[in-house]
């Protein structure tokens, strides 16, 4: 049995120059000669799944990291991986592969807002060498869960 790296490899030199440049994009289109369905990229879940109909809610990402709560932010993490693999299988259920449909989560803003270009975005939560360990690895370790589990 092939690894995963190993089957990638194989699929990716299959594709010719055209549908690896289309992969490229949010709205990657379905490669229907080598099995590949269309994926959109595009969703977020920096503070519950966001965009894909009714979904837990949870405060922004500088209100959690008011909480100086790590194990909080891991939890509500998990609960929130946990919702977007609900979404993402009922969705694929339905065939569905729009926008805010797929597993690919644009979250959590780990530390861009240091760059001067990014001045004054107050939704991270990782702004300083401080807190930034208490609030990334907890929503890394959940992430991480999530993929583990696809």
């Known amino acids: 049995m092939k690894s995963n790296q190993e089957r990638a490899a194989d699929l990716v030199s299959r594709m010719t120059l ?6 490229m994009v ?18 977020e879940c920096l503070h519950g799944v966001a965009r894909a109909g009714a979904a837990t809610v949870f405060p922004q ?3 959690l990291a008011a909480t100086w709560n790590p194990d909080l932010v891991h939890r509500i ?9 609900a979404k993402h299988h009922q969705a694929l259920r339905r065939n569905i592969r ?10 959590p803003n ?3 807002f240091r760059d001067p270009r990014w001045a004054g975005v107050r939704r991270p939560m990782a ?23 696809i």
């Open 127 to 149: 702004r300083t060498r401080v807190s930034r360990p208490a609030w990334v690895w907890p929503l890394s370790r959940a992430c991480r869960a999530m993929i583990r589990t």
């Open 18 to 23: 055209a549908e690896k440049v289309s992969q």
């Open 110 to 112: 780990v530390n861009i």
């Open 26 to 43: 949010h709205d990657a289109p379905a490669i229907e000669r080598l099995g590949i369905p269309a994926y959109n990229w595009w969703n």
């Open 98 to 107: 729009q926008i805010y449909s797929g597993l690919t989560q644009w979250s």
């Open 77 to 85: 993490a998990v609960a929130t991986s946990d919702e977007a693999r």
């Open 61 to 63: 990402a500088i209100g």
